[in-house]
């Protein structure tokens, strides 16, 4: 229920080009409306006069460029007005790209300029990179065009669940409460929440999907017109998979996010900043036409601590089955352990330590798929269902979801939770990493 005009119910008037930020409380959503003027969230106008309910611990800012009064239902953890943000830089990086898509739409039939825009958004942990390619999408949505958003950060995953990389269309500004819409993802499971904890596989998951979407342009006009938005990993990590990522996805755009200050912290994510400008320019060399735009980071973007990145991976997970809002009901399914077949990717030794020259360690396989005996140890981890129609398929195809397993080990039976009913388009299975247990 909605309740409206009681003694927690405020309104604050917002100048033009001015952002309220909010953290909503983890214990209770916040409601929120304009009453007049325009305002957007992350790219996405708020219809005018509607209660929108955010899910408790959402971070999030309500935009205005001409000046707005919204009114807030509950308390929030925090919230306060900012005049200074860099939303006019990133509104100037969504002018040029329109220019290029037009130009894409103008000649169709020439293959080189049909391609649109192709960003890839860098920066380190926390700049804001997920919510600057959501901003270009959802502005681009607006517009008209179709882009695809690319999310190659395995750690949050937002398009599906952590531990994948995956690729969907944006056909409407992103829904400032759903997030990103499910419907036809193109998904593959790397299963770790770093990308240097299995650098082969990542590698070989980037490369499949950028041919698998380059194939997917090579048909479809109205799509290659509108480009991609590449969002990555904080690449403090490691530098090397910007660069990786950079050569495969061939861009024509490299967004690159910086911080601006002068506490430690900063200083020392500076300098690594001017190491990433140096490594791009130098692999960018020999690829003509890419523009490499430093774009400053939002003061209003929230760090997150390794406690809280793991939270939040769990509760996405969560939503995969039950919708942001707690409002999906996933189906219960049976299974036969016969009608399955699960494997585990990047176990077991590479080569036998008879081989091995006295003295070192067989290293693990990171590509290498281990069949699994179906036992109590899956309980609460989320299998993986691949599109795979032979095992030696399974590492390079894509994903078709992800289930939540309870096993009855006398039976020989699996009853599963998927978002969707009816069976498993296939019976190979990934045996995930992540684990997630239902309270
Ligand atoms: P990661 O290190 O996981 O890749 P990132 O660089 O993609 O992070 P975001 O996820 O875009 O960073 O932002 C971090 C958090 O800050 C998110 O919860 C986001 O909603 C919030 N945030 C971003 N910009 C703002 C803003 N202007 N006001 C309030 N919150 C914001």
């Known amino acids: 229920p909605v309740l409206t005009g009681g003694p927690s119910t405020r309104q604050v008037k917002l100048d033009k080009e001015c952002e309220l930020r909010v953290e909503v409380r983890p214990e209770a959503p916040l409601q929120l409306r304009i009453l007049s003027g325009t305002a957007e969230i992350f790219g996405t106008e708020i219809p005018p006069e509607i209660w ?32 200074e943000t860099p939303m006019i830089s990133y509104v100037n990086v969504h002018a040029v790209l329109e220019g290029r898509r037009n130009r894409a739409k103008a000649s169709p039939d020439d293959s080189v300029s049909s391609q649109g825009p192709r960003v890839i958004v860098v920066g380190p942990t926390d700049s804001g990179k997920s919510t600057l390619s959501r901003m270009l999408l959802s502005w681009a949505a607006k517009q008209g065009w179709k882009p695809t958003y690319v999310d190659l950060d395995v750690g949050q995953g937002s398009i599906t669940i952590p531990g994948c990389i995956a690729a969907t269309p944006i056909e409407m500004p992103i829904d400032s409460v759903e997030g990103i819409p499910l419907e036809m993802p193109l998904v593959y499971y790397y299963g770790q929440v770093s990308p240097s904890l299995n650098a082969d596989l990542y590698k070989v998951l980037v490369k499949e999907l950028a041919q698998t979407l380059e194939r997917q342009f090579a048909g479809n006009a ?5 480009g991609m938005v590449i969002n990555t990993m904080g690449w403090i990590e490691g530098v090397g998979y910007e660069v990786y990522v950079i050569l495969r996805f061939y861009p024509d755009y490299v967004a690159l996010i910086f911080l601006q200050g002068c506490s430690c912290y900063q200083l020392i994510m500076l300098g690594a900043i001017e190491k990433l400008c140096s490594m791009l320019k130098d692999v960018l060399k020999s690829k003509p036409g890419v523009d490499v735009v430093k774009l400053q980071k939002s003061g209003g973007v929230v760090s997150r601590s390794g406690k809280v990145r793991n939270i939040a991976r769990k509760s996405r997970i969560r939503e995969y089955f039950y919708g942001p809002s707690n409002d999906l009901s996933p189906h219960s399914n049976v299974a036969n352990f016969n009608d399955l077949s699960l494997y585990r990717i990047g176990g077991g030794p590479q080569a036998p330590r008879s081989a091995l020259p006295i003295g070192a360690e067989p290293a693990a396989d990171p590509t290498r798929l281990v069949p699994v005996n179906i036992n109590t140890d899956l309980l609460h981890l989320v299998l993986v269902v691949s599109f795979a129609k032979e095992p030696d398929q ?21 009853t599963y939770l998927a978002p969707s009913a009816g069976e498993l388009p296939s019976k190979f299975l990934i045996v995930g990493t992540l684990a997630y247990i239902e309270n």
């Open 52 to 83: 929108l309910t955010f899910p408790p611990s959402l971070k999030f800012a309500v935009f205005t460029w001409y000046g707005a009064t919204i009114e807030l239902e509950g308390t929030t953890e925090t919230d306060y007005t900012a005049d």
């Open 394 to 414: 399974i590492i390079s195809s894509n994903v078709a979801g992800f289930i939540y397993t309870d096993i009855d080990m006398q039976r020989k039976k699996i």
């Open 222 to 226: 109205e799509s290659r017109a509108a």
